[in-house]
T-cell receptor, first 112, second 114 residues
Framework: GQQLNQSPQSMFIQEGEDVSMNCTSS?????WLWYKQDPGEGPVLLIA?????ELTSNGRLTAQFGITRKDSFLNISASIPSDVGIYFC????????????FGTGTRLTIIP | DGGITQSPKYLFRKEGQNVTLSCEQN?????MYWYRQDPGQGLRLIYY???????QKGDIAEGYSVSREKKESFPLTVTSAQKNPTAFYLC?????????????FGSGTQLSVL
């Protein structure tokens, strides 16, 4: 199955820094979802996007549905220790079926 | 509380044994899914079901079987034909596609081979 290209694969930042990550696809999507996964737990939905250009915030998190409909971005401002984890994007292609396609994940680590 | 419950949290399988992972949801969702996650990897779809008594193979269905006799339940059986079953298994359910779809996950089951 197709997978989205998510970058970067990993990030090492200091507490208080801002974080940016993105996902790109070769096909047009009509839904983008962003998840965070803690070790040994299931992914938790952070933000859902349904329209091109849509910008949605959830606390310190902001995500955007790219204008081209082939990408999405997630930003985290003023990172704190509990932001550590793996962030996944997921999307629904307009040519697709009932299945979401998942990115390969961005692992965020905060350096003391 | 509404949500998805997976059990057990940890499961061990002996050689040649079938094991069944439980997934129950009380979100009244029609669609349910099983994913496999290997260490440091993304999610791979095993099986999904859009409605009771119907299910479809995902990308890695070989060695697995499912049933969907009730809307709330979607158990996954890892059969002896699955030669590399050690992984983290995630169950999910979703709101309808095309109407603000959202996918919600359970807390996972870690399966290991003895």
């Amino acid at each position: 199955g197709q997978q989205l290209n998510q970058s970067p694969q990993s990030m090492f930042i200091q507490e208080g820094e801002d974080v940016s990550m993105n996902c790109t696809s070769s096909s047009i999507f009509n839904t983008w979802l962003w998840y965070k996964q803690d070790p040994g737990e299931g992914p938790v939905l952070l933000i859902a996007l349904y329209k091109a250009g849509e910008l949605t915030s959830n606390g310190r998190l902001t995500a955007q549905f790219g204008i081209t409909r082939k990408d999405s971005f997630l930003n985290i401002s003023a990172s704190i220790p509990s932001d550590v984890g793996i962030y996944f994007c997921a999307g629904h292609s307009i040519f697709g079926n009932e299945k979401l396609t998942f990115g390969t994940g961005t692992r965020l680590t905060i350096i003391p | 509380d509404g949500g998805i419950t997976q059990s057990p949290k940890y499961l061990f399988r002996k050689e040649g044994q079938n094991v069944t992972l439980s997934c129950e949801q009380n979100l009244n969702h029609d669609a349910m899914y099983w994913y496999r996650q290997d260490p440091g990897q993304g999610l791979r779809l095993i099986y999904y079901s859009q409605i009771v008594n119907d299910f479809q193979k995902g990308d890695i269905a070989e060695g697995y079987s499912v049933s969907r006799e009730k809307k709330e339940s979607f158990p996954l059986t890892v059969t002896s034909a699955q030669k590399n079953p050690t992984a983290f298994y995630l169950c999910a359910s979703s709101t309808p596609i095309g109407s603000g779809e959202k996918l919600f996950f359970g807390s996972g089951t870690q399966l290991s081979v003895l």
